[in-house]
């Protein structure tokens, strides 16, 4: 059984940073490339940030480019996003997600097999 897990979510002001961890368990996603997207109400997911399973490919959206951090962690079934200079428009629900053996990352959903159930960050003004 896949199992991911998000923490790291909270409220914060804007201008304020924020670390999110994803680890996954039941599963080696030593070969699997891993992103992290957002879903703030109303709107439909998007694609935030996304990393190798070596860490030397890096995608991020333009929206975050230059604030956001992905990086993994020592184990390589975790990854982390930092993210500083927080905005209200950064305000959703953020997801990590992971490719079920590929190494490389994508900005699309749909080429993500397993994802964790979300960690609220919320930006107030």
């Known amino acids: 059984q896949v199992h991911m897990v998000e923490s790291g979510g909270g409220l914060v002001q804007a201008g304020g940073s924020l670390r999110l961890s994803c680890a996954a368990s039941?599963?080696?996603?030593?070969?699997?490339?891993m992103g992290w997207f957002r879903q703030a109400p109303g709107k439909e997911r998007e694609f935030v940030a996304a990393?190798?399973?070596?860490?030397?490919?890096?995608y991020y959206a333009d929206s975050v480019k230059g604030r956001f951090t992905i990086s993994r962690g020592n184990a390589e079934d975790t990854v982390y996003l930092r993210m500083n200079s927080l905005k209200p428009e950064d305000t959703a629900v953020y997801y990590c997600?992971?490719?079920?053996?590929?190494?490389?990352?994508?900005?699309?959903?749909?080429?993500?097999?397993?994802w964790g159930q979300g960690t609220q960050v919320t930006v107030s003004s």
């Open positions: 997600a992971a490719r079920g053996g590929s190494l490389f990352p994508s900005q699309q959903a749909y080429n993500y097999d397993y």
């Open positions: 039941g599963r080696t996603f030593s070969t699997s490339a």
């Open positions: 990393i190798s399973k070596s860490g030397g490919i890096t």
